[in-house]
Nanobody, 111 residues
Framework: QVQLVESGGGLVQPGGSLRLSCAAS????????MGWYRQAPGKQRELVAT???????NYADSLKGRFTISRDNAKNTVYLQMNSLKSDDTAVYYC?????WGQGTQVTVSS
């Protein structure tokens, strides 16, 4: 079955960087559009970024310039490079493909 396994979360100081990974498995072929979403405490899940298998990207307006989504189709892996992190970026980050979700990885930005 389809599995999306995130990794790379953790505690980072404001201004720091993290790189999240999402390894996808369970289908024969390439996963098409994949995305990262996040959910902060008490808030709804929101879009962070998406990327097609051709490499076209889409970002939440508020995150453009700080976050970069990329993928390695040979490895069925999607990445999220997060720079200049702020406390508001604290959330559980989820990988998504169609209606499948990963278990999430916690990102905490705090001094």
């Amino acid at each position: 079955q389809v599995q999306l396994v995130e990794s790379g979360g953790g505690l980072v100081q404001p201004g720091g960087s993290l790189r999240l990974s999402c390894a996808a498995s369970g289908i024969s072929g390439i996963f098409d559009t994949m995305g990262w979403y996040r959910q902060a405490p008490g808030k709804q899940r929101e879009l962070v970024a998406t990327i097609t298998n051709g490499g076209s990207t889409n970002y939440a307006d508020s995150l453009k310039g700080r976050f970069t989504i990329s993928r390695d189709n040979a490895k069925n892996t999607v990445y999220l490079q997060m720079n200049s992190l702020k406390s508001d970026d604290t959330a559980v980050y989820y990988c998504n493909w169609r209606y499948f979700w990963g278990q999430g990885t916690q990102v905490t930005v705090s001094s």
